[in-house]
């Protein structure tokens, strides 16, 4: 093949590889983001929007230079060229164009970052306790006494749904906690889910609510969103956790503020 069809052949892909991405198509199907539920959903998906289009012309930007190299310096036999100042400068400037791409597109997407993990929950968002342990989620509210009771690891047992090692007899707070296998929540109010690891490593993942956090053995985290849309919605374990990790999740099950309400007097019954 000659060199300069070689050239042709990598402008023409490079394009067509281009199409399908801008137009948001795959095979011929359109492709969309699912649907979004949260406050902070729009800003995540404008960064990804952002940071394909950016990545989508930085590749084409490559492939296209590459074609005018290649068609440039094809069937020129003895023919060399050279970056100048050689490989150590050419590898000088791939690090700072990368480096200038990856600082400018975390300088962007910061404000999406921070609404979820560095902007504090509101003092009044709904407090909820999520464990994650193999294989299946559980979650946590308090009760009329507004306190969670203390965990006891030691306490934890799962045939008597003690999911949680309470200790109600010599706990006072304990006694009005309420434990359920779906994360339920009121339409429009702020929800601050505090988690943690009963064994190995899990994730809570949630599509709709943009919102994927691992679950590290060790550590309490936190992540707080407000669900803007009534529905149910799945929860997953995207980490890799054991045998049962394929069948590992719940749901998210937003409700109005009346049917919340009823709806935790129920489970306090």
């Excluded at 930085?58 to 590459?66: K, M, N």
């Excluded at 999740?249 to 935790?264: A, G, I, R, T």
Aim: glycine fraction near 10%.
């Amino acid at each position: 093949m000659g060199g300069k069809i070689f050239a042709v052949l990598i402008v023409i892909i490079a394009l067509a590889s281009a199409v399908p991405i801008m137009n948001h198509t795959f095979l011929g199907a359109s492709v969309t983001l699912p649907e979004d539920i949260s406050t902070h959903g729009k800003a995540i998906d404008d960064q990804l929007s952002v940071t394909m289009k950016e990545a989508g012309i930085s590749f084409l930007a490559a492939q296209l230079v590459l074609g005018l190299f290649v068609w440039q310096f094809a069937n020129r036999k003895g023919a060399t060229k050279t970056f100048p100042g050689g490989a150590t400068a050419m590898v000088i400037v791939a690090f700072l164009f990368v480096g200038a791409e990856v600082l400018a597109l975390g300088m962007v997407g910061s404000k999406a970052w921070g609404m979820v993990y560095f902007k504090p929950a509101a003092s009044d968002a709904l407090p909820v306790q999520a464990q994650a342990g193999q294989f299946a989620f559980y979650f946590r509210y308090p009760g009329p006494d507004g306190k969670f009771g203390q965990i006891h690891p030691d306490k934890i047992d799962e045939g008597n749904s003690n999911f949680f090692g309470l200790d109600p007899e010599n706990d006072i707070p304990a006694r009005d906690d309420i434990t359920a296998g779906e994360l339920v929540v009121p339409v429009g109010k702020e929800v601050n889910l505090m988690m943690h690891a009963k064994d190995v490593g899990h994730s809570f993942y949630v599509r709709e609510l943009r919102i994927q956090q691992d679950f590290v053995p060790g550590l309490d985290l936190s992540v707080h969103f407000t669900a803007t849309k009534i529905g149910k919605y799945e929860i997953v374990c995207t980490q890799l956790c054991g045998l049962g990790h394929y069948n590992m999740k719940s749901y998210l099950n937003v409700m109005s503020q009346e049917d919340f309400d009823k709806w935790l007097k129920s489970q306090s019954n």
